[in-house]
């Protein structure tokens, strides 16, 4: 039966049980009033009236007022016959007194009328008697009544006690059990009410409940949530920052590395759009400036980000991953955000400036002895301290070349570490574009020589100026020179050619050499990169300094090769 069915048959059974209660009560009640009501006016009023008579007939003679207050008892009792015999007895007195008043004196009917008012009297207490007795009876049934209908509620109403609370007790005190048991992960627990009520649908809700709990956790969901939770705990733990960004590049995650170089709190960070955080915070603007600007972008990619970290400047470097996704069924990949990754990269950079500045000690310690053993060989060969012969002459000349070759070395070298340290001295300034083509020409003219390799130049008329560093300027075009000559066959011509055009001057180096595979092309300006195989001695750093010095100057450095049949290389200045 169901709860609300159970509560209201309660209620109800209550209810009912009152309401006969007082309805018993009552009717017994207004039984026992009308039973007392009746002897009141049917009989004790006899009883008065015919008293009212014998003290109106006792009077002494019969006098009027004696008789008009007969008469009115008379008249009264007349009309208040309520026991059988009474009808006549009154009859009877109405006739005797009626005679008596013709014959006041006669003494015959006075004791006639006096022996009906007794008759009567005495009929009505008999009455009364009788009324009493039945009175009582029903006294004594409405008690009986009373007490065994008060006994069968108070039973019922003593069971409802007893078994009310309960029923809809107990229930809940094993269902509160159960969802303890689910809180603590017990998915397998069950709860069993077999009666069709509430409870009973209750029980069916929450065992159904429980048993998708139960699928859930079993299913791969749940344990793609545990998978969640280790790598948001592994990201949490990896020493570099790193910083997570949904497709509208909203904050998803900064881990605590990240957290703390950047002085952040996560609340502070999670869920807001990561252009907010970066109007307040330099170092998250830095990390994200090239999600918003593209030409940021391009420039900022080689650059590490200089934070300040573990008490000393830090470096780091940047990389930011775009995040695509086939979602299940499609064909199409979605960008689901961004991760960025900083990686510590502060040790290699004091490595690496260590490095340099070794570089830079020996190649300057270098270039003075080398300079040195040039002037001596060069005084020897001028045979100033003496005469030599063929063989000590070619000695020299080879110890020369060496010694050209190790100042060239040492010359990049230095080069390089002002480029690495940012000690570039670049003055631009409009320069004379033949004074750079003929200091180049000069420079390598004996190199071509020894291969037999014609120069070929090509200028246009008038001659242009150009804005250069003209030292610098110079030094890439011996440098594209010298390789020209370096990866060119004997007896072969280089063309050294220079064009205007819009505003730009060009400066090309073409030779018939043999070339460059595409796949080295970008890479040749690395540094320390060398095509594998490439015979020739080198270091490898030429052309990455004339990068770094062309753009410098603003300008930009190419190169186009035809493998196996030569290599254009191609600098292009402002015009002056
Ligand atoms: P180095 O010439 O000292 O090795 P560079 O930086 O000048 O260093 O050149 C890098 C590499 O590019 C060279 O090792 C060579 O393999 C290739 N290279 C440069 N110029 C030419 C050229 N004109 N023809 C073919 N290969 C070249």
Not at 142 to 170: D, E, H, K, R, S
Request: with cysteine.
């Amino acid at each position: 039966m169901k709860i609300k069915a159970k509560l209201l048959l309660g209620m109800g059974l209550l209810f009912v049980m009152i309401v006969l209660l007082t309805a018993l009560g009552s009717m017994y009640i207004n039984k026992l009033s009308a039973d007392t009501k009746n002897i009141l006016v049917a009989n004790y009023n006899t009883l008065d009236y015919s008293r009212q008579m014998l003290i109106a007939l006792n009077e002494d003679g019969l006098t009027n007022t004696s008789i008009a207050k007969f008469e009115t008892n008379l008249n009264r009792q007349r009309h208040n016959i309520t026991e059988a015999g009474e009808k006549e007895l009154t009859d009877e007195l109405t006739s005797n007194f009626e005679k008596l008043k013709l014959q006041p004196g006669d003494t015959t009917l006075q004791s006639k009328i006096h022996n009906n008012l007794t008759d009567i009297m005495l009929l009505n207490m008999q009455a009364i008697e009788h009324k009493s007795s039945i009175a009582e009876k029903t006294a004594d049934s409405a008690a009986l009544w009373i007490a065994v209908t008060g006994v069968v509620c108070f039973l019922i109403a003593f069971t409802m006690l007893l078994n009310l609370p309960g029923n809809i007790a107990n229930p809940i005190k094993e269902l509160t059990a159960s969802i303890k048991e689910i809180a603590a992960h017990n998915y397998s627990k069950r709860i069993h009410f077999e009666e069709h009520n509430e409870f009973g649908e209750l029980a069916n809700a929450f065992n159904s409940m429980a048993q998708k709990l139960e699928e859930y956790k079993n299913s791969s969901l749940d344990k793609l949530m545990m998978e969640k939770k280790r790598i948001e705990t592994l990201i949490n733990n990896i020493n570099n920052p790193v910083v997570g960004l949904d497709a509208k590049k909203q904050v998803l995650f900064m881990n605590d590395v990240a957290l703390k170089i950047s002085g952040l709190k996560a609340e502070q960070t999670i869920g807001k759009p990561v252009q907010d955080i970066a109007v307040h915070n330099d170092l998250v603007r830095s990390l994200v400036q090239e999600l918003f600007d593209e030409n940021t972008a391009a420039k900022e990619k080689q650059e590490p980000v200089k934070i300040y970290a573990d008490n000393k400047e830090s470096y780091f470097e940047k990389q930011v991953i775009p995040i695509n996704i086939t979602p299940t069924g499609e064909k199409e990949s979605l960008f689901i955000g961004n991760v960025i990754l900083l990686q510590n990269i502060t040790p290699f950079k004091e490595l690496d400036f260590a490095k340099t500045n070794f570089i830079a000690t020996v190649s300057h310690e270098l270039k003075t002895p080398i300079s040195s053993i040039k002037m001596s060989v060069q005084l020897l060969e001028n045979e100033q301290i003496g005469n030599i012969n063929d063989e000590q002459k070619n000695l020299l000349h080879s110890i020369k070349d060496d010694a050209n070759r190790l100042l060239k070395i040492t010359g990049e070298l230095l080069n390089m570490t002002q480029v690495e340290s940012g000690n570039i001295q670049i003055t631009v300034k409009p320069s004379s574009v033949s004074d750079i083509v003929q200091h180049a020409l000069l420079a390598t003219k004996t190199a071509a020589e020894q291969k037999n390799i014609t120069l070929q130049v090509n200028l246009p008329e008038p001659l242009p100026m150009v804005m250069a560093d003209e030292e610098k300027t110079s030094w890439v075009l011996i440098n594209l020179i010298t390789n020209a000559i370096r990866y060119s066959y004997d007896d072969a011509a280089i063309n050294i050619s220079v064009k205007t055009n819009h505003h730009q001057v060009e400066f090309s180096v073409t030779d018939t050499g043999q070339g460059i595979a595409p796949q080295y092309k970008d890479k040749i300006f690395d540094r320390y990169f060398r095509v594998p195989g490439t015979q020739k001695e080198g270091t490898g750093l030429g052309l990455a300094i004339s990068k770094e010095f062309i753009e410098a100057q603003g300008g930009t450095i190419k190169v186009n090769s035809d493998f196996g049949a030569g290599s254009t290389f191609t600098v292009v200045l402002n015009e002056a």
